[in-house]
C-alpha cells in the first residue's frame, strides 16, 4: 500500500449532517417531502444530482426551470457555508486526527476524492491541509461517484498505481467507485451498505494502519487465489 484516498463527508468529519440540514431547509420551502432516508441515498453524490433525485422522490421533476433550479443550489449551499463557517478541528471524526499521524509516519501518500466543491474549505478549517498530497477538483470531471474516475484522477495525481491504493468510503456510490477502479476499498458504517467493501469498519476510530496492513495482506492472498 502505497497511498490512501479519503472521502470527506462521512470519513472524515459528519458534514453529512449539515448536508441533511441544507436540503431539508430547502425541501421545506418547496413543500417536497425529504427525511434521513432520503438523504442516505444522496451520500457522495453531486449537488446538481441530489437535487435531481428529491425532486424525483417529490414528483416535482418537471416543475422547475433550470434557472431556478439553479438558484435552490445556491440557496442550500448558502445554507451549508454557513453551518461549516462553524467547523474547528475538534469536528475531526474520532481517530481520524491519528490515523493520519500512521500514515504519514510510513510515508504512504494521502489523497482526497470528494464529490464536495466545498472539500478544501472544509479541510482548512479542520486544519488538516497540510496532510494532503493531492485533492481532486470534482469540477473537473466528466462523471462523479459510482464511476472510478475521481479515485482514479486522485492515483493519478499522487503518481501511484490504482492496485497500491487503498480508499476509504462512507457511501454506497462511493464503494463502488473504488472497486472500479480496481483499489481496496475501506467503508465505514453499515455493512448492508458496504457489501462490496473489502475491510468494514463500523467506525473511524476502528480505522487503524496496522489492521488496514494486516487486511491488505489477506486481499493480496485471495487476488493471487483467483
Ligand atoms: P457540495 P463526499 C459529497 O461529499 C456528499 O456526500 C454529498 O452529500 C454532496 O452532495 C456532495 O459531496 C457535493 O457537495 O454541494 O459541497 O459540492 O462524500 O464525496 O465527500
Ligand atoms: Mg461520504
Keep these: 500500500m502505497k497511498a490512501a484516498i479519503f472521502d470527506l463527508d462521512g470519513v472524515i468529519t459528519d458534514t453529512a449532517e449539515y448536508h441533511y440540514l441544507a436540503w431539508k431547509h430547502i425541501a421545506e420551502q418547496i413543500d417536497i417531502p425529504f427525511n434521513r432516508s432520503v438523504n442516505e441515498s444522496l451520500k457522495g453524490i453531486s449537488r446538481a444530482e441530489s ?3 428529491m425532486l424525483i422522490i417529490g414528483g416535482a421533476q418537471t416543475k ?3 434557472a431556478e433550479k439553479q438558484a435552490l443550489m445556491d440557496q442550500k449551499n448558502q445554507y451549508y457555508q454557513m453551518l461549516i463557517s462553524k467547523l474547528t478541528p475538534e469536528d475531526l471524526l474520532p481517530g481520524i486526527g491519528r490515523f493520519l499521524c500512521e500514515l504519514k509516519g510510513e ?3 494521502i489523497g482526497l476524492a470528494s464529490s464536495s466543491r466545498n472539500a478544501p474549505a472544509i479541510l482548512k478549517r479542520l486544519e488538516i491541509m497540510d496532510d494532503f ?3 481532486v477538483d470534482p469540477t473537473a470531471l466528466a462523471k462523479g461517484k459510482p464511476d472510478p474516475e ?7 495525481l499522487l503518481g501511484v498505481s490504482p492496485a497500491d ?6 457511501a454506497e456510490a462511493g464503494i463502488s467507485a473504488i472497486k472500479s477502479a480496481g483499489m481496496f476499498a475501506v467503508g465505514v458504517g453499515h ?8 475491510l468494514i469498519v463500523r467506525q473511524t476510530s ?4 496496522e489492521l488496514l496492513n494486516e487486511e491488505w495482506v489477506q486481499y493480496g492472498i485471495r487476488k493471487i487465489k483467483e
Design 107 to 109: 510515508n504512504i501518500k
Design 191 to 198: 455493512e448492508q451498505s458496504m457489501l462490496d467493501a473489502d
Design 206 to 209: 476502528d480505522l487503524t494502519l
Design 133 to 135: 498530497h493531492a485533492i
Design 165 to 170: 491504493c487503498a480508499a476509504i468510503e462512507d
Design 64 to 66: 422547475y426551470t433550470n
Design 150 to 156: 475521481i479515485f482514479l484522477t486522485a492515483a493519478a
Design 51 to 53: 437535487l435531481e433525485s
